[in-house]
């Protein structure tokens, strides 16, 4: 029975917001978790890659959500030359309907409340604006909820910070207009990552080849919005496809857009926490924000715990430090590399692949490519040197 | 950015896969998304033609002659806005 107050309430029950919840009930809260749609973790809005090490930290890895364990990865260059770097540890695709699943379960498991259909529109809140509860249509039925602290969670489409003033819109520049299918009847290696890379292929961004089993991949793409206005996502997907997967069947088709900005900030305000897609903790660079997603949510589930048990609401902003310290540093490197290589023209690619085949095998790693990167153009390392002046 | 009269934007229906990037984009929070039903909230858009920009599929389409003749789904909840 859902009741009319919870310590916590958190909106959007992805992996970082169902995060948030298991830790904010580990902490001693009771939670609610609002989920607009109908079932938790989908429909599927996700390329699915993780890194062994990224997801480890917070669940054991186990076979009914993985779909494939990649140990390698491609990088094509616009010219189509490959460089194949070293890597050390594994990596996961992942089927996102049961791990999401499985994640809400633990957070379940812990105390946390979740509900689906639960769409939230707005927040109650006091004289000096502060969020005291949340107003959601739930099942068709308008509910009023009371809360001392709410997580948003709410994803790309994020309009919770928005409702206490946080600035959470991505610029055109940095939004990754993206398509996605899973194909079947293909023929693939099952163990490799392929990334394409050029204008032709992802202006702004990068095309992926994932494999999901021996003959099933998810093949996708973002392009920054600022490209995508000439041409969208779809079309590049539509080409890619019909050059290099001509009559595979098509089982899924979605879209999405990967926020690859600057964290947000603030993400604390009147006693709102912004966590995951919504507060742009996304690997500028990959888009990747599963893992970086779930740390702000344990990070922002502890830290709203710790502040309800203190009774000291202004304990709340020690999430912001404690994400910088954690993973906000490297995304504001990160996001300064993207910077740089969005620059690159399709001959820079090209020369930097070039530069790195010349090296032994066993020498061809991501440090190399970096190198490269950096030999043709020096101007990277004064923009990740200004990072640590300031 | 002035908010003109006409309503330029328009979604094409039954295309939509409501993945959120036209929200992401949206200066104006102007665009209301529930699970599978999106709607343009038209007293705050300004037709600044992000949401078409960003849309990965072309649902969201600018119609400078306006599009009050086409058919279109109406937003059900208006939030209130604390920023003005």
Known sequence: ???????????????????????????????????????????????????????????????????????????????????????????????????????????????????????????????????IGVKALIKD???????????????????????????????????????????????????????????????????????????????????????????????Y????????????????????????????????KNNVMLVGDAAHQVNPVSGGGITSGMIGGMLAGEVAAEALKQNNLSYLEEYERLWKKRAGWKHEIYYRIKETISKFTDKDLNRIAEAVQTLPEEKQTLGAIFRSALWNHPSLLVEIAKIFVG | MQKTKKLMIYIVPGKCDFCGCCVGVCPEDAIELMEARISIIEERCTNCCKCVWACPWEVLEFHPEGIENLPRIKPMYLNDRVTE
């Open chain 1, 1 to 131: 029975m859902l009741k009319d107050y919870y310590d916590i309430i958190v909106v959007g029950a992805g992996p970082a917001g169902t995060t948030a919840a298991r830790y904010a009930s580990i902490g001693g809260a009771s939670v609610l978790v609002l989920e607009k749609d109908r079932d938790v973790g989908y429909p599927v809005r996700c390329g699915e890659a993780v890194s062994h090490e990224g997801i480890a930290q917070f669940i054991k890895p186990d076979p009914k959500w993985i779909a494939t364990t990649v140990k390698r990865f491609r990088l094509f260059a616009p010219n189509g030359k490959q460089v194949i770097p070293k890597l050390d540890g594994i990596g996961y695709i992942l089927e996102r309907r049961i791990f999401d699943y499985e994640l809400a379960k633990i957070a379940a498991g812990y105390g946390a409340t979740i509900i689906t259909k639960a769409y939230a529109y707005d927040l109650i809140r006091d004289s000096s604006g502060n969020a």
């Open chain 1, 141 to 235: 039925k308008e509910c009023n909820i009371n809360c001392k602290v709410v997580i948003g969670a709410d994803g790309v489409e994020s309009r919770v910070g928005r409702w206490v003033g946080i600035d959470t819109v991505c610029s055109i520049h940095d939004m990754e207009s993206c398509a996605q299918v899973t194909i079947s009847g293909i023929e693939l290696e099952d163990d490799c990552l392929d990334f394409y890379f050029g204008s032709n292929v992802a202006p702004g961004g990068y095309l992926w080849v994932f494999p999901k089993g021996k003959n099933s991949a998810n093949v996708g793409l973002g392009i920054s919005v600022d490209e995508a206005k000439k041409k969208s996502a779809i079309r």
């Open chain 1, 237 to 268: 997907l539509e080409e890619f496809l019909k050059r290099t997967f001509p009559g595979a069947s098509i089982l899924t088709q979605i879209s999405g857009g990967v926020p690859c900005a600057r964290t947000c900030s603030p993400l604390v």
